[in-house]
């Protein structure tokens, strides 16, 4: 079996393994930093082990803007540092260690004034078309009026007085996050998820090792390590706290929102940035969609299911219909989510204004904790981390290799692409499923095509007119750790966010198709399939609450599949639950329905907890 195949029986020998034997290293936290963190002590000669409770992904990596960037405003803030490392990152990503899932993608940016701006943002765009991995993209361009209304002809002419076209890069920020575990886990790490560390083990001062809990047996062990690093992003401080103390920094959790609408409501052959009070809003190509995000507020509730309210999404709308011919309503809204940053606290009291810049800290002996950063900067930040750790060891170990090391299915990937007409003809499907998949998957897309080989059904989509291929589902399922099917519908595919339904309609098909893989039976299949449906529902409760208290205890009303035991509001979720399940199954008699948008359908204002 390869040890890049993430299947349920890769996870059973490897928890086996994890609980018998000593690593040079343990990372908590399977989100990017975690997962880069693994593949960065991995590729240096490490014995590995990986952990995350919930799902690959699963935190703040699969909920962000989805871009590899620079970012602007960084600029504007005159942090050159740190533009600077994230675009040498950039091209990083895009030349060479992830080709087949970064790409450039083109933003407009509309000016408003006639001489100042052009030449003040003007100016920071050249800048930053010249910083660090410049090049890796097509170069800035200025725009008359009339050439950007051609490019965005849904924008109202008197919003603008002309423009500047940049280049960024993004990414399907959850594939990715999975796609370096798996490359860690390839390169010999032992991975699992659904793996809670509960507290610490320690010999004298040192820490030595954790407790951790396989959160779908219930069963506790203990993973014993010579050093262990913290990754575990908003949940910093509560793993901090398990080690005893606050440690040397504290993260301030800021929400951001997202919504998805369809391509087709919006007329622009671009991206579109624009800025806000407090920061900037961008419109972002996704597909057969666009993402709106970001709103940047203050954020004290629930950490693993963050509530977007209706007053989230009033803003992403009224920002962007500040300049869009045809407004957009709620009922133009395919999907919302919500994620939550880390941020290094104690620089400013507007959470827009803290740090996107990193801090590693040894707070314990043998417990390293690294904090902060963005996605773009993800490597960075893991080989920091491991260079604290590795002070520690009393082995020489090798300095970081991952800036030269392409990511699982980087290999082969241009060779693909420039046969996927070929590819196509042999496999029966369309040359744009073919480049679905080389976007997905990059070389390891001759599995999925070796799945439809021998079974030419899973070469059909999940449902008509969806994007994924029922391949891909087992293919999840089989290689990419997929345990339950919020997984597959909210991580490993999108579906989650790109269906009118929110994917309730292809649950059971998917949940079908999980269980060949899984074994599931009769019984199993409907709980799966129940708690999507009920998440669903609850999400939508959520986004008509006013505020982030409203919003949250609606959220909270959807139990999960998996009971967070441990978790510091476990109480609450559970009392929440309680009093509010029945009162959704009963409104969602015959949920699979699909209710179009945010505006229609759907269940009534649920009451607040407490
Ligand atoms: C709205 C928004 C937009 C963003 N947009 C961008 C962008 O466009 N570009 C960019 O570069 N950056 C962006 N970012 C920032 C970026 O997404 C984050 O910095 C990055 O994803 C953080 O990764 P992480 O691994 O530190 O945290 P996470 O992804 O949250 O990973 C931490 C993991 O630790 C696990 N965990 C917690 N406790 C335990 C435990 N006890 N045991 C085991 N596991 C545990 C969690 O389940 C979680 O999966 C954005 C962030 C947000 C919120």
Redesign the pocket.
């Known amino acids: 079996m390869s040890s890049a195949q993430l299947g349920p029986r890769y996870r059973e020998s490897v928890l086996k393994e994890m609980a018998q034997g000593e690593f040079d290293l343990l990372v908590?936290?399977?989100?990017?930093?975690?997962?880069g963190a693994a593949l960065d002590a991995v590729t240096r000669g490490l014995t590995v082990a990986l952990?995350?409770?919930?799902d690959?992904?699963?935190?703040?990596?699969?909920?962000?803007?989805?871009?590899?960037?620079g970012g602007l405003r960084y600029l504007e803030q005159r942090n050159f540092a740190l533009v600077r490392e994230?675009l040498k990152e950039r091209g990083l990503l895009l030349n060479r260690i992830a080709p087949h899932l970064v790409r450039p993608v083109p933003f407009l940016l509309p000016l408003q004034h006639r001489v100042w701006e052009r030449f003040y943002i003007g100016s920071g765009v050249f800048l930053y078309d010249r910083m660090g991995g410049a090049r890796s993209v097509p170069g800035h361009r200025h725009l008359s009026r009339q050439a950007a209304l051609r490019l965005a002809p849904g924008i109202r002419s008197e919003a603008l007085i002309g423009a500047i076209q940049y280049y960024d890069a993004q990414m399907d920020?959850a594939r990715f996050?999975l796609t370096v575990v798996r490359s860690a886990a390839h390169h010999g790490a032992k991975v699992a998820r659904g793996?809670?560390?509960?507290g610490f083990v320690r010999e004298g001062a040192q820490v030595v090792g954790a407790r951790v809990m396989d959160v779908e047996t219930d069963q506790e062990f203990v993973v014993r390590a010579k050093q262990i690093i913290n990754?575990?992003?908003?949940?910093t401080d509560?793993?901090q706290e398990m080690a005893g103390g606050r440690g040397r920094f504290h993260v301030r959790v800021?929400?951001?929102?997202?919504l998805v609408v369809p391509r087709n409501r919006i007329q622009l052959d671009t991206g579109l940035i624009l800025r806000t009070e407090k920061s900037v809003l961008f419109v972002i190509p996704w597909g057969r969609h666009w993402i709106i995000?970001?709103t940047d507020t203050d954020w004290q509730l629930d950490k693993v299911h963050p509530a977007a309210s209706s007053t989230d999404i009033s803003y992403l709308l009224d920002h962007v219909n500040a300049v869009l011919r045809t407004p957009l309503g709620p009922d133009d809204v395919e999907g919302v989510y919500a994620?939550?940053?880390?941020l290094l606290a104690g620089e400013s009291e507007q959470t827009s204004k803290l740090s996107r810049e990193h801090s590693v800290s040894q707070p314990v002996p043998g417990l390293t904790v690294i904090?902060g950063?963005?996605?773009?900067?993800?490597r960075v930040m893991a080989k920091d981390a491991v260079d604290v750790a590795r002070r520690a060891m009393t082995t020489s170990v090798p300095d970081s290799i991952t800036e030269r090391l392409a990511l699982l299915g980087a290999d082969g990937y241009e060779a693909l692409w420039n046969k996927r007409n070929a590819l196509a003809t042999s496999s029966g499907l369309h040359v744009t499923r073919i480049e679905h998949l080389l976007h997905r998957y990059g070389s390891c897309s001759t599995d999925v095509l070796e799945l439809i080989a021998d079974d030419a059904t899973l070469g059909e989509p999940v449902s008509s007119g969806s994007d994924y291929l029922r391949a891909e589902i087992v293919y999840a399922t089989s290689h990419e750790g997929a345990l339950h099917l919020d997984d597959v519908l909210t991580r490993r595919t999108r579906i989650s966010i790109e269906e009118w339904d929110r994917g309730s309609g292809s649950a059971r098909d998917v949940a079908m198709l999980m269980a060949r893989v899984l074994d599931w039976d009769d019984v199993t299949i409907e709980r799966e399939v129940d708690h999507y449906v009920l998440r669903v529902e609850a999400e939508r409760a959520s986004q008509r609450q006013p505020d982030d208290q409203t919003a949250d205890a609606a959220r909270l009303g959807a139990p999960d599949i998996v009971p967070l035991r441990g978790d510091s509001r476990g109480g609450a979720r559970e009392a929440a639950q309680h009093e509010l399940v029945d009162d959704i199954a009963a409104m969602t008699d015959g949920a699979t329905k699909p209710s179009e948008g945010l505006g229609s359908g759907g269940p009534p204002a649920l009451p607040a907890r407490g």
């Open positions: 908590i936290g399977g989100g990017v930093v975690g997962a952990l995350e409770a919930h690959w992904a699963a935190g703040t990596s699969s909920r962000s803007s989805k871009l590899i960037h994230a920020d996050a793996a809670r560390v509960i990754a575990t992003g908003v949940w509560d793993t800021s929400k951001g929102v997202h995000g970001t994620g939550l940053r880390p904090a950063g963005k996605y773009t900067t993800y």
